[in-house]
Nanobody
């Protein structure tokens, strides 16, 4: 069992920056790590992905503005968010995923609120 705890959310003006953190209770070096976000009444969407080998992927809506990274020695995932827009307002969730030995492991944090004012 891996527990994930997000932090770093808050209220920021458009054009500003925030850095989110996700601290894991276990070793994340073999996990694909992701950030998702969900606005009220909408589905949860992928924001950034990093495989355990370091490959990253971003949707066009955040590409060039958001950067995902990790520190495996600290079991911590980060999301640097720059040039924030009001449409970035959502609850941001940390995710860890792994397929090993015929089993799938999928863990979620509780989320952290990000609000971007106009």
């Amino acid at each position: 069992q891996v527990q994930l705890v997000e932090s770093g959310g808050g209220l920021v003006q458009g054009g500003g920056s925030l850095r989110l953190s996700c601290v894991a209770s276990g070793n994340i070096s073999e996990y694909a790590m992701s950030w998702y976000r969900q606005a009220p009444g909408k589905q949860r969407d992928l924001v950034a992905l990093q495989t355990h080998t370091g490959f990253t992927n971003y949707p066009n809506s955040v590409k060039g503005r958001f950067t995902i990274s990790r520190d495996n020695t600290k079991d911590t995932l980060y999301l640097q968010m720059n040039s924030l827009k009001p449409e970035d307002t959502a609850v941001y969730y940390c995710n860890a995923f792994r397929n090993t030995g015929g089993k799938s492991y999928n863990y979620w944090g509780r989320g952290t609120q990000v609000t971007v004012s106009s």
